[in-house]
Nanobody
């Protein structure tokens, strides 16, 4: 059974940092592209970042370039999202995704101004 468990969310002031983690189980982690998405109140869920199975390629949406970094540790079956220079507009529920079709439950990130 596939499981994706996010952690690391919380309340932080603008300019601060958080590191999200997504612990995966129930599938062969090393063969799947993983990603992070987010959904702000009243908005659609949007892509944030993704990383290929080997970690050799990563992709970020323009809104987080230079501030967020996605990484993975295949030995720990975990994908991370390091978020620096956070802005109030980064406030959202952040979801881990196993491409193409499986989501975690999400973790709340709130950035105060």
């Amino acid at each position: 059974q596939v499981q994706l468990v996010e952690s690391g969310g919380g309340l932080v002031q603008a300019g601060g940092s958080l590191r999200l983690s997504c612990a995966a189980s129930g599938f062969t982690f090393t063969t799947y592209t993983m990603g992070w998405f987010r959904q702000a109140p009243g908005k659609e869920r949007e892509f944030v970042a993704s990383i290929t199975w080997s970690g050799s390629s990563t992709y970020n949406t323009a809104a987080v370039k230079g501030r967020f970094t996605i990484s993975r540790d295949n030995a720990k079956n975990t994908v991370y999202l390091q978020m620096n220079s956070l802005k109030p507009e980064d406030t959202a529920v952040y979801y881990c995704k196993k491409f193409p079709n499986y989501w975690g439950q999400g973790t709340q990130v709130t950035v105060s101004s």
